[in-house]
């Protein structure tokens, strides 16, 4: 009997890790009756982030009207665990999602959203937080997240790390990238958010002006610290003015859920992502899974709905990397939920049948 893990990121925009897993699963139990799945939903930060901890860590959902990237009321989610913990998903505030792609603008799109999260739950008594920081609409080097805080608190934004100095806020991103410069937020993440170049250019002199004006005020800066660009700089935001700690979203996961326990006895793990390429190796989900996998000396299968640089993903460690989408499949199409079910099912059952 062959025992599989699976620890599927979601394929943006299309499946949720939930739904790909369903479906990984019911292909392995349809070909194989006897093997033995472990399916466990995760997130490294992004979209998904708050239903990933909340399965692992229990808890529930507490919902609330903030303002999304352009300022719209919307119904956003925290979670809350027993152990008196704030889970904060920014996505569910500003996430990319929540715009449609002709609306994108950096330029004007706010972090403020996340901030209402923030600071409900701190009224609520919480002083302990994890934040995820992927998938925002925003580039803003979290102005607007410290402005939500400033206008709940009553304070100035220099003041919010006294104000909240009974506060521990634990960051959970895939991303090391500093606030500015050529890998920094305005150059790496704005384009993907709808800017234009002249766009990246005024943002990265948002950036650096925001950075020196706060090392002024607080005589310090963290500016280049690894994360500080996240979530188009509200990594930074955390970091300078609140004493962040930033941490990989995925080891953060692993650990409260006793991976290194989980994958003892597993003959293949199985992750996967939207898309899969260099960038994976620069510490995103898949990544941080197939390194538990080969230190356990565990065989890790990618499955992902784009692969580029497959040759540099075999060399990193993975030992099958495939791409479920037929070569030629248009993207509006592969990105159709009941396509991908179908290309995610195919792919796993060839993936079956090469076993020796």
Not at 3 to 16: A, E
Not at 61 to 66: E, F, I, Q, T, Y
Not at 86 to 92: D, F, H
Not at 168 to 192: E, K, M, W
Request: net charge negative.
């Amino acid at each position: 009997m062959r025992s599989y893990l699976l620890v599927i990121d979601s394929f943006k925009g299309c499946l949720t890790s939930l739904e790909a897993e369903a479906v990984v699963s019911e292909t392995i139990c349809r070909a194989d009756p006897l093997a033995e799945v472990v399916s466990v939903p995760v997130s490294d930060g992004g979209e998904g982030m708050l239903d990933a901890f909340l399965a692992v860590m229990g808890g529930e959902r507490v919902s609330l009207r903030v303002r999304d990237p352009l300022g719209s009321l919307i119904t956003a989610s925290y979670g809350v665990t027993m152990e008196r913990v704030a889970l904060i998903e920014s996505a569910q505030a500003v996430g990319l999602h929540l715009v449609s792609p002709h609306r994108r603008n950096p330029l004007v799109a706010s972090s403020y959203g996340v901030g209402q999260l923030v600071a409900d739950a701190y009224h609520r008594g919480y002083r302990q937080f994890i934040v995820g920081l992927g998938g925002t609409a925003t580039c803003d080097g979290g102005v607007g997240m410290l402005q939500a805080l400033v206008d709940a608190l009553g304070v100035e934004r220099e003041a919010l790390g006294e104000a909240l100095s009974d506060c521990h806020f634990i960051l959970a991103s895939d991303v090391t990238n500093p606030l500015y410069g050529p890998r920094g937020a305005a150059c790496v993440f704005a384009p993907q958010k709808g800017a234009t170049p002249t766009m990246v250019s005024v943002i990265e002199g948002r950036m650096r002006e925001l950075a020196s004006q706060a090392a002024d005020h607080l005589g310090y800066d963290r500016s280049g610290e690894p994360g500080a660009g996240a979530a188009g700089g509200l990594g930074y935001a955390f970091i300078q003015f609140l004493g962040a700690e930033c941490r990989s979203g995925i080891d953060l996961l692993l650990e409260y859920l006793h991976f290194d326990d989980l994958i003892c006895g597993a003959d293949c793990v199985i992750t996967g992502e939207g898309s899969a390429d260099e960038q994976t190796l620069m510490g995103k989900l898949p990544y941080g899974i197939m390194r538990r996998a080969r230190s356990a000396g565990v065989p890790t299968w990618l499955v992902a709905g784009r692969v580029g640089a497959r040759d540099k993903l075999l060399a990193a460690g993975f030992d099958r990397v495939a791409c479920i989408n037929p070569p030629g499949t248009p993207p509006d199409v592969a990105m159709r939920p009941e396509v991908a079910r179908a290309n995610l099912s195919a792919t796993i059952r060839s993936l079956l049948e090469a076993i020796p």
